[in-house]
């Protein structure tokens, strides 16, 4: 099993600030890396795939980076309907996803 | 636009079967390059990946979970199942239907149901 981490656990930001979210799996999942938004009571909803590819409809201030096993999450300037909680996947092996990391204001 | 819809009882006893539908809209579960998920996820807490169902009938499970869970699917009303059998209080969770891609592009999931709370009690 990959395990996937995420930091921080929680991150308070200010509407308007960059927001830059980690996340780091056990080993190598070359590209195969998502992200996903989940707010209360939703489902989660994909963000960005193949680590850097914007999912139809997301926004250019969301931006993701990363190989092997380090990645970031960067929100460039925060909106009011970012704050939620954000979850990295790896699809390299079978899928695992990381704990999440909730922004909040 | 895809959507998916869990449909299934609430409450579940324990070591009895939890069973759940997911009803697709906007795509069928034939179309290539696509499989057919089961995500999880407890009350608080993380998400899980249960299992993905293909077309041809083949399946991928989660190795924590393979012996207890069981995937079909009904191509006439375009759904597809999911049961877990001999289930605890740890299988109280709100259960997603996803689409997965399936692919040389990636494997991730691009639409979500909105979610079934399975209680187990």
């Known amino acids: 099993e990959v395990v996937m981490t995420q930091s921080p656990a929680t991150l308070s930001v200010s509407p308007g600030e960059r927001a830059t979210l980690s996340c780091r799996a056990s080993?190598?999942?070359?590209?195969?890396l998502a992200w996903y938004q989940q707010k209360p009571g939703q489902a989660p909803r994909l963000l960005i795939y193949n680590v850097s590819t914007r999912a139809t409809g997301i926004p250019a201030r969301f931006s993701g980076s990363g190989s092997g096993t380090e990645f970031t999450l960067t929100i460039s300037s925060l909106q009011s309907e970012d704050f939620a909680v954000y979850y990295c996947?790896?699809?390299?092996?079978?899928?695992?996803f990381g704990p999440g990391t909730k922004v909040d204001i | 636009q895809v959507q998916l819809q869990e449909s299934g009882p609430g409450l579940v006893k324990p070591s009895e079967t939890l069973s759940l539908t997911c009803s697709v809209s906007g795509d069928s579960i034939r179309s290539d390059g696509f499989s057919w998920a089961w995500i999880r996820q407890p009350p608080g807490k993380g998400l899980e990946w249960i299992g993905s169902?293909?077309?041809?009938?083949?399946?991928f499970h989660n190795p924590s979970l393979k012996s207890r869970v069981t995937m079909s699917k009904d191509t006439s009303k375009n759904q597809f199942s999911l049961k877990m059998n001999s289930v605890t209080s740890s299988d109280t969770a709100v259960y997603f239907c996803?689409?997965?891609?399936w692919g040389s592009g990636g494997y991730y999931f691009d639409f979500w149901g909105q979610g079934t709370l399975a209680t187990v009690s």
């Open positions: 080993q190598s999942v070359r590209s195969d």
């Open positions: 169902l293909f077309y041809s009938g083949g399946a």
């Open positions: 996803a689409r997965q891609l």
């Open positions: 996947q790896q699809y390299n092996y079978w899928p695992t």
